[in-house]
């Protein structure tokens, strides 16, 4: 597979081709929407480009990585000086792990189901939508399958690289990782959407307050979250093992082995995107989009909680270096209230 990082220093950035242990940086372009644009308006596509322009300047890939170089790794997708042309999005309950976790978290809220699968069984919302992925979420070509639950998370402000912090606010709960892959597409001017490619995700979101109902799960999504470091152009996306990890003092607390990709999922990728691009207003032309596909098992859900200073670290098979973030966790106090002026 071919990845890529985007890079800044104090002056400048750059995209890279990872060609390991090296980066070498391509010439012409800054940044993969710009990258991700020129293919669309040349008819050529990433590879071909690439090949094209992969005579800059070659970097220690370790240095940069490990934050001793001037060059620091960005989120391998922006949209530069246009963070609001950018959508942050999800969809959960895909993997059977994170269903359970959900199961769990939720059972207290729910009532029993109508209709049981089995005697004396007691369903919650999350599980019902669950089975109805593994009944319907991977419908055959042509055909158009249940939809997933989906989520919103925010704008390009909320995208952060590796090592850089996710932020507990104020007023939330708490905030925990969701180690994950996400999609990266960008809209053609003719509405059409293009994947430009996978990449390592930790979707973060505060699953205290969700537990306290699950109709908190939109305002819970509300979080920064991190993507990176590389971003894999043509990703195999049928099983892709991986490992999620907590450190406390840098040393691990949790630890848990994790799958994603279509055979790990109920839904197939197909499916999904179909769910996220048949709405009118993601296909607007020139945006871009961050999806998460959903996470196989939680911390939370194995009764860790978070504190400041905790790392939180997400590596997938075949998808690049490990994505690495720090969590902090804001000490003011949330006790005053935002007032809304009027402009009468």
Avoid at 66 to 84: K, Q, Y
Avoid at 247 to 269: D, F, Q, V, Y
Wanted: a negative charge; proline letters at 6%.
């Amino acid at each position: 597979m071919l990845h890529l990082v985007q890079i800044a220093n104090s002056s400048s950035r750059r995209v890279a081709l990872v060609e390991e242990p090296s980066l070498r940086c391509l010439a012409e372009v800054e940044s993969v929407y710009e990258l991700a644009n020129r293919c669309l308006k040349s008819g050529r596509g990433i590879r071909e480009t690439v090949s094209a322009l992969a005579h800059g300047e070659v970097l220690s890939y370790d240095t940069v990585y490990n934050g001793t170089s001037e060059w620091r790794l960005l989120a391998p997708i922006d949209v530069p000086n246009a963070p609001s042309r950018l959508m942050v999005s999800g969809t959960g309950l895909t993997h059977l792990g994170s269903a359970a976790d959900r199961q769990a978290m939720h059972l207290a809220d729910q009532k029993k189901a109508a209709v049981p699968a089995n005697p004396g069984e007691v369903l919650t919302d999350s599980m019902r939508m669950f089975r109805w992925g593994v009944e319907g979420g991977r419908p055959q070509p042509g055909e158009i399958g249940i939809a997933p639950e989906w989520f919103y998370k925010g704008n390009g402000d909320v995208l952060r690289g590796p090592a850089e912090p996710l932020l507990v606010p104020p007023y939330a709960e708490d905030g925990g990782e969701e180690a994950e892959l996400a999609g990266i597409y960008i809209i053609s001017d003719d509405g059409s959407p293009y994947r430009i490619g996978m990449t390592i995700g930790n979707e973060f979101s505060d699953h205290q307050f969700e537990k306290r109902n699950y109709l908190n799960l939109a305002g819970s999504k509300l979080r920064t979250c991190s993507i990176g470091p590389e971003l894999a152009i043509d990703a195999n996306f049928h099983a892709v093992p991986g490992e999620v990890r907590i450190l406390r003092g840098g040393k691990p607390i949790w630890s848990k082995a994790i799958a994603t990709g279509e055979h790990n999922m109920c839904h197939s990728l197909a499916n999904l995107e179909h769910h996220h691009f048949k709405y009118e207003g993601h296909r607007q032309p020139g945006e871009v989009h961050v999806h998460f596909f959903g996470a196989h098992s939680l911390s939370f859900g194995h009764n860790i909680a978070l504190e400041d200073g905790d790392w939180m670290e997400v590596q997938f098979e075949k998808m690049g270096r490990a994505l690495r973030n720090p969590i902090r966790i804001d000490p003011r106090a949330n006790n005053r209230p935002i007032a809304v002026h009027a402009l009468a």
